[in-house]
């Protein structure tokens, strides 16, 4: 595609569900990050792919916080019993490889009530 | 820990009225510095990547340049359309690819 795309757009949940944020990568890049965005806070690392190698977890915030690449490609991001204080931006970005500037997606908004 | 710092916050500037935008920066072993911009509601826009002490890049009326410690985005004669939050992020030296990003600028540009 011409671009990172993330879907849903926004999605509002009760604390206590799980819920799945997708990522479609640009097409042929090998590297894939997951980024959070909380409200007047600097966007944070959780999770990158590159091609078939094992991803580096080191940001994920708690083991609420799973992440799968299937295929190289497209990206999903789990978040298991939803607290509140994940209520954030959540940004996919890909690369074209290991030294090339990321591209975002327009992130998933999600809202925990 | 790497750290990065912008400032200002906010900044309001006059349609035309020139202004520099800082971020510094605690990381050991820089591989690059980056510059984005983010409209609201939309993802970070990729500007600039800076990898050495010295290194300066322009895009239309933005420049970006690095000292070890710290880099300037300078805005020159800026329009209302440049308005937006200006981000930079350090990459560290082999790390995964993550990148560590300040809180960011908010520019506004008064026509």
């Known amino acids: 595609g011409a671009g990172v795309s993330q879907s849903p757009s926004n999605k509002v949940t009760e604390k206590g569900k799980d819920v799945e944020l997708r990522c479609d990568p640009i097409s042929g890049h090998t590297a894939l990050y997951w980024y959070r965005q909380s409200l007047g806070q600097g966007l944070e690392f959780l999770i990158y792919?590159?091609?078939?190698?094992?991803?580096?977890k080191s940001g994920l915030p708690s083991d609420r916080f799973s992440a799968e690449r299937t295929g190289g490609s497209v990206s999903t991001l789990t978040i298991q019993r939803t607290q509140q204080e994940d209520s954030a931006v959540y940004l996919c970005?890909?690369?074209?490889?290991?030294?090339?500037?990321?591209?975002f997606g327009q992130g998933t908004r999600l809202t925990v009530v | 820990e790497d750290q990065v710092t912008q400032s200002p916050e906010a900044l309001r500037l006059q349609e035309g009225e020139s202004s520099s935008l800082n971020c510094s920066y605690t990381?050991?072993?820089?591989?690059?510095l980056f510059w984005y911009r983010q409209d609201p509601g939309k993802g970070p826009e990729f500007l600039f990547t800076?990898?050495?002490a010295g290194e300066e890049k322009e895009k239309e009326r933005l420049k970006a340049t690095l000292t070890k410690k710290e880099s300037f985005l300078h805005i020159t004669a800026p329009k209302p359309e440049d308005s937006a939050t200006y981000l930079c992020a350090v990459e560290r030296s082999g790390s995964a690819r993550q990148l560590t990003f300040g809180s960011g600028t908010q520019l506004t540009v008064l026509p």
């Open positions: 970005a890909s690369s074209h490889d290991r030294v090339s500037e990321a591209f």
């Open positions: 800076l990898y050495s």
């Open positions: 990381v050991s072993g820089l591989r690059g």
């Open positions: 792919f590159q091609g078939n190698s094992a991803p580096d």
